[in-house]
């Protein structure tokens, strides 16, 4: 089984279990590193981002005049304590896996790539991004991660109301997507319970629209604006399970780059360092396993290699890839 295989495999069972776990009453807590929606209510585990942005929401409410309780510091104390447990869960869980949480596991993600293979199915070609385009973007899945910490820190502080604490969650693609996959459409309408529940909805579905053009010109559109990416790109330094780079058994032939879903140009660039993390890599793998080049890439989790690109594997790869096509 090739690597590309395997990780299709892992994918799909991820999506089936993320997905449909829920009904068999399997729980995988509420801090995993991927797009996995609460608003799904057969989920088996939540995107982190959720939790994430509710602590931050209530974590001064106690000491508002309106919630204030006898002793409201207890409260705060509380709630920075489920802040940090929450989060050291996350921490734990990226540290193990890495990107591969993106590019293995992100039932998103896995939708993005099924509407890569029906563009495919069209015979339609790619769009492609120029590295200066890729650069101009690049920061804006940082903007959406201080978005949806700062947002949820004012309802915290009492300047704005309880409605805008999941900032990032009411306008995720996400939320009105993933919870087709059950029969519920109710996000697919607009909430006119509030005002800000409906500007939520019309910004939902106005995102939500621009993002499926996208992914379907673009593998893994998405994955450039996603805040989840952001967040796991801080832990960059401590990832266990990681892409390195021999750059003396490096040939230049440039499959890395070809195959990259992402258009990531420092593993095919970088000529001295070992570490080729590109903060827009998601850890699928696939340019080690199309490298040309005797132990030019590996793929390692911590200490130990367990692939390393070969030349007689990329032959075998794409001899099988060109004999598919035709």
């Known amino acids: 089984m090739t690597v590309t295989k395997l990780r299709l495999t892992v994918q799909h069972l991820g999506f089936l279990i993320f997905t449909y776990g829920g009904y068999l009453r399997i729980s995988l807590g509420a801090y995993l590193p991927c797009l996995s929606c609460p608003f799904v209510y057969s989920c088996t585990g939540y995107c982190y981002l959720m939790i994430f942005q509710r602590s931050l929401g209530l974590l001064l409410l106690p000491l508002s005049a309106a919630l204030g309780g006898p002793r409201p510091g207890d409260q705060v104390l509380e709630n920075a304590l489920n802040l940090f447990s929450g989060l050291a869960a996350f921490v734990v869980l990226v540290i193990v896996l890495g990107k591969s949480w993106c590019g293995w596991l992100c039932p998103f993600g896995l939708l993005q790539d099924w509407i890569s293979r029906l563009r495919q199915a069209f015979g339609l070609r790619e769009s492609e991004m120029l590295l200066k385009h890729k650069l101009k973007l690049s920061w804006i899945k940082y903007a959406v991660l201080i978005y949806l910490v700062i947002v949820p ?12 604490i999941l900032a990032f969650c009411n306008i995720c693609p996400a939320k009105a997507i993933m919870p087709l996959f059950v029969g519920d459409t109710q996000y697919l ?4 319970s509030s005002t800000a529940a409906a500007v939520f909805s019309i910004l939902l579905l106005a995102i939500t629209a621009g993002m499926l053009v996208g992914m379907f010109f673009k593998e893994r559109f998405f994955c450039l604006f996603c805040p989840m990416m952001a ?3 801080l832990l960059k330094p401590f990832y ?4 390195v780079k021999e750059p003396t058994a490096c040939h230049g032939c440039g499959n890395c780059r070809r195959t990259c ?6 593993i095919y660039r970088e000529r001295i360092k070992r570490n080729v993390y590109d903060a827009d890599c998601m850890g699928c793998f696939k340019c080690a396993e199309a490298c040309a080049a005797d ?18 594997y990329a032959a075998r790869l794409f001899a099988k890839v060109s004999h598919e096509a035709n």
């Not at 309408?189 to 006119?192: E, R, Y």
Request: no cysteine; charged share 15%; proline share 2%.
């Open 231 to 233: 967040l796991i790109n």
């Open 240 to 243: 266990l399970l990681k892409v």
């Open 295 to 312: 132990q030019s890439l590996a793929v390692k989790f911590g200490p130990f290699k367990i692939f390393s690109s070969s030349r007689h």
């Open 261 to 266: 879903s992402m258009d990531n140009e420092t």
């Open 189 to 192: 309408a607009v909430d006119v």
């Open 153 to 164: 820190l004012t309802v915290s502080l009492g300047w704005l109301s309880t409605e805008f």
